[in-house]
């Protein structure tokens, strides 16, 4: 609390208090001691909380007294086991804040703080490879707003000169809303890279039928068309990899540490899950269904399949077989790419109303290819049989099981 004293003096009639103010101050009787109290506000605690959850360090830099600025951060849970209070922050040379800023489990109250104060605690936080959100509302805070990688002013109390300079402008002067932004941060990092695993997948399907066409050098027919490629990449799988985008945030999104600067979108555990895992169950499933038709026509390594020849329908309906299997299986990987970690049921199937929408439009599209006479004979498919049908139909649960399976044990060895 900031404490005021309260005093009166009766003054004769006729004194002009204004042009005796040094007289006027003396012989006062104290009335009484007034406490005035600014709290932080309710919601800051469970803001503070999250950063904390989110594996964010937060240092308070501020103009008032050491003792009153330390009760503030230990309400709203600042500094929680460790807090660190420089009483003087203005007096602290650079190997003293690097010394300070190196401690892990730590956070700071730099009291009695000037503007250049919090330009040090910026220039040195950026060098030790942090990320630094400054806050700030003045003139004077501007070079460290625009020092560290995101400035955050105040909207409603704050300079135009600190907007400026700034990243961020909080509209509602309101700590708590930095923490939304971090979600929404993560929530469209981890859909970029859903987006990517879902296309990434439906490579090694597509690649797979021309290696064993030219492994074969001819014996094994080719399994896929180019105008079917270009179906699935131009038609069938655009609308999902979309919704993708729009997919809500996995539980524990903010339980993550944040992720280095350095860390690439693109790793290898997302390649080896696109291709290596989902692409692989793929393009087993699709090859098998290929080999099951031509089979069951009949057909024997070596035998022609070309126009006029008695396998030729058969041939057609097993490329077709093919090009349906891909789009099944790329609706088993939209709903396997929807997580990254956590379970299905944890977010819950019908939550992305978008991907649903876009996966009936893709299985319309695939049958109107199928089945439609002129589409027919430019995409060089067959109508299907019902027993083909029903064994594409088990692509989908097949290519998402393995990849539940495949997270499920992840989550066993690192929980």
Not at 26 to 43: A, I, N
Not at 128 to 151: C, E, F, Y
Request: charged share 20%; aromatic share 6%; proline share 7%.
């Amino acid at each position: 609390m900031r404490v005021l004293a309260v005093a009166a003096r009766e003054l004769p009639a006729g004194t002009d208090p204004s042009t005796q103010r040094r007289d006027v101050e003396q012989d006062l009787h104290l009335r009484g001691l007034v406490g005035l109290y600014d709290p932080p506000r309710p919601e800051v605690a469970a803001a503070v909380k999250r950063c904390h959850e989110a594996g964010l360090t937060v240092h308070i830099v501020t103009g008032d007294n050491g003792a009153t600025a330390a009760a503030v951060a230990r309400a709203v849970g600042i500094g929680v086991p460790n807090l660190h209070v420089v009483a003087q922050s203005e007096a602290i040379d650079d190997h003293e804040l690097d010394r300070l800023l190196r401690k892990e489990g730590t956070e700071i109250v730099f009291a009695r703080s000037s503007p250049e104060t919090k330009l040090k605690v910026a220039d040195a936080l950026r060098e030790h490879g942090q990320i630094v959100a400054m806050t700030g509302d003045g003139v004077n805070d501007a070079p460290a707003l625009h020092r560290a990688h995101i400035g955050v002013a105040m909207g409603r109390s704050g300079t135009d000169v600190a907007r400026e300079a700034s990243t961020m402008v909080l509209t509602d002067d309101n700590f708590a809303t930095i923490v939304t932004p971090i979600e929404s941060g993560r929530r469209v990092y981890d859909n970029v890279r859903k987006f990517i695993v879902y296309i990434f997948a439906h490579l090694t399907p597509e690649v797979v039928p021309f290696v064993v066409f030219a492994l074969s050098a001819g014996t094994v027919p080719l399994p896929l068309t180019v105008l079917q490629i270009l179906a699935i990449d131009l038609g069938t799988e655009t609308l999902p990899a979309l919704a993708l985008g729009r997919e809500r945030a996995e539980p524990g999104l903010m339980s993550r540490p944040p992720r280095p600067s350095s860390q690439s979108v693109i790793n290898k555990d997302m390649l080896v899950r696109s291709w290596g895992w989902l692409g692989c169950v793929s393009a087993a499933l699709v090859m098998a269904g290929f080999f099951y038709v031509l089979w069951r026509a009949g057909w024997h390594p070596g035998d022609p399949t070309g126009p006029g020849t008695p396998l030729h329908h058969a041939y057609l309906t097993a490329t077709t077989a093919t090009f349906a299997g891909i789009v099944s299986c790329q609706v088993g990987t939209a709903i396997a790419a929807r997580t990254d970690h956590a379970a299905l049921r944890d977010i819950g199937f019908f939550t992305n109303p978008l991907l649903l929408a876009g996966i009936a439009f893709e299985l319309v599209f695939t049958a109107a290819l199928v089945y439609a006479p002129p589409l027919q004979n430019l995409f060089g498919t067959a109508a299907l049989p019902l027993d083909v049908v029903l064994l594409i139909a088990i692509f989908p649960p097949l290519v998402w099981g393995t990849d539940e399976i495949r997270r499920w044990a992840r989550r066993r060895r690192n929980p």
